[in-house]
């Protein structure tokens, strides 16, 4: 079975932090931007932050940028690879479900990553709530 899988959601107090992952299952991400969405409450799905193949170039929504900072690491015993969202200074707009895509388009944009019609298998994201 194909699939992404979001873990590290959970509550958090305004200006604290948490860490989201995105492992795969089924597929491989070796070679594919991947991307962070969110979706609240009522609200239509956005695109948070997306990264190259090569993790060199990110891309961030103005909403988080200086906030949230997105990785992806290989783990050294199952040399599969995650791909990481650092989120700080948290704050209670940023209360949604989280999701990881990949890019369907390759290891990297050429002008804008955040259209989700680019992205082709997504996790069953993972819940993050920001309370006051």
């Known amino acids: 079975q194909v699939q992404l899988v979001e873990s590290g959601g959970g509550s958090v107090q305004a200006g604290g932090s948490l860490k989201l992952s995105c492992a795969a299952s089924?597929?491989?991400?070796?070679?594919?931007?991947m991307g962070w969405f969110r979706q609240a409450p009522g609200m239509d799905r956005e695109f948070v932050a997306a990264i190259g193949w090569a993790g060199t170039t990110t891309y961030y929504a103005d909403s988080v940028k200086g906030r949230f900072t997105i990785s992806r690491e290989r783990a050294k015993d199952t040399a599969k690879y995650t791909v990481n969202l650092q989120m700080n200074s948290l704050k209670t707009e940023d209360t949604a479900v989280y999701y990881c895509?990949?890019?369907?388009?390759?290891?990297?944009?050429?002008?804008?990553?955040?259209?989700?019609?680019?992205?082709?298998?997504w996790g069953q994201g993972t819940q993050v709530t920001v309370s006051s």
């Open positions: 089924g597929l491989t991400f070796s070679g594919y931007a």
């Open positions: 895509a990949r890019y369907r388009r390759g290891s990297r944009w050429y002008s804008d990553p955040t259209p989700q019609r680019d992205y082709d298998y």
